[in-house]
């Protein structure tokens, strides 16, 4: 691993991990950590997945994040651009853009395995 910092211009992101609703681009990939943006288009729902053994911190850079999780996915939280969200590892979820405008999203990932496990819904069993 390098010391000296690196800078990834926009155009140098690469398509990553597909989930059904939403389009997800790799920024920086390091051993447990995995960074880029994700995109979800107007009224658009993504399929339920998680991440395995890594945790997601989310940022809204711009429109409309709605988070659906817990019990028969009836946990909702509602984001806006400028706050932060928190998965932790192994949470299944899916995420929604409710307003007119693209949903940009920032995404930092700590921990190792497969980066998105894609699952049948909210009751899926997910292993400890």
């Not at 729902?45 to 809204?60: F, K, L, Q, R």
Request: hydrophobic share 35%.
């Amino acid at each position: 691993m390098s010391d000296v910092p690196r800078h990834l211009r926009r155009d140098e992101l690469r398509d990553a991990d597909p989930t059904p609703g939403m389009r997800r681009e790799q920024a920086i990939v390091r051993d447990g950590l995995w960074s880029g943006l994700a995109h979800t288009d107007p009224g658009m729902v993504s399929g339920w997945h998680h991440h395995g053994d890594c945790e997601t911190v989310i940022y809204v850079r711009s429109g409309a994040f709605r988070l659906e999780c817990g019990p028969g996915g009836r946990t909702v939280i509602d984001a806006q651009p400028g706050d932060f969200v928190h998965v932790p590892r192994r949470a299944v979820h899916r995420e929604a853009n409710p307003a007119d405008e693209v949903a940009t999203l920032v995404l930092v990932r700590t921990g190792h395995g497969v980066p998105t496990v894609n699952v049948a819904g909210p009751e899926a069993d997910v292993a400890p």
